[in-house]
């Protein structure tokens, strides 16, 4: 069960990727007389913002590398994948829920300060939340992870963060 989250989640973030690498849009079919449409046309359009989104993408390995993110940034990337860690951020449960993000921040901070677009991956569910760290919830959980994600949605979807991305 594990290894097929574990896979589902994979493919998820491979089509993501797909769609930011290469701008893949949707058309529409086409209609008698007119011309087929080409890979890089749209026939309908694209109300999904892959349009606008990112086509570059690193992974941040080592973030206090300043030169490194210098030249990533000068390299035409400009998306950067950051995760944050729902265990990390909440290691227990509290009322209301208090989030250690300083990592996080300063990690997006990073990324943004070097011209990088934050897109936010949250990974590893905490012992209190899940089963494992890939899931799956223990009943009743749906409303703590959804009130995280919120949070994270609050606190990195605007100004300085701009996360738009996840």
Same mark, same amino acid.
């Given at each position: 069960?594990?290894?097929?989250?574990?896979?589902? !989640?994979?493919?998820?973030? /491979? +089509?993501?990727?797909?769609?930011?690498?290469?701008?893949?849009?949707?058309?529409?079919? +086409?209609? /008698?007389?007119?011309?087929?449409? *080409?890979?890089?046309?749209?026939?309908?359009?694209?109300?999904?913002?892959?349009?606008?989104?990112?086509?570059?993408?690193?992974?941040?390995?080592?973030?206090? $590398?300043?030169? /490194?993110?210098?030249?990533?940034?000068?390299?035409?990337?400009?998306?950067?994948?950051?995760?944050?860690?729902?265990?990390?951020?909440?290691?227990?449960?509290?009322?209301?829920?208090?989030?250690?993000?300083? *990592? !996080?921040?300063?990690?997006?901070?990073?990324?943004?300060?070097?011209?990088?677009?934050?897109?936010?991956?949250?990974? $590893?569910?905490?012992?209190? =939340?899940?089963?494992?760290?890939?899931?799956?919830?223990?009943?009743?959980?749906?409303?703590?992870?959804?009130?995280?994600?919120?949070?994270?949605? *609050?606190?990195?979807?605007? =100004?300085?963060?701009?996360?738009?991305?996840?």
């Amino acid at each position: 069960m594990r290894f097929r989250h574990r896979l589902a !989640a994979q493919f998820c973030s /491979a +089509v993501v990727l797909l769609y930011a690498l290469f701008g893949l849009g949707v058309s529409s079919p +086409v209609s /008698a007389g007119a011309p087929p449409a *080409t890979p890089n046309s749209k026939t309908a359009p694209d109300n999904s913002g892959i349009a606008t989104m990112p086509r570059v993408a690193v992974e941040i390995q080592n973030i206090n $590398d300043n030169a /490194a993110l210098q030249a990533t940034g000068a390299s035409g990337a400009n998306l950067a994948r950051v995760v944050i860690s729902w265990a990390g951020a909440e290691p227990t449960r509290t009322n209301p829920p208090t989030y250690n993000l300083g *990592t !996080a921040e300063y990690t997006i901070n990073q990324a943004v300060n070097h011209n990088l677009t934050p897109l936010i991956i949250i990974l $590893d569910c905490p012992v209190w =939340a899940c089963v494992g760290a890939d899931g799956p919830l223990y009943s009743g959980m749906e409303n703590a992870a959804a009130q995280f994600m919120g949070a994270m949605a *609050t606190r990195f979807g605007h =100004a300085p963060y701009n996360a738009h991305y996840w």
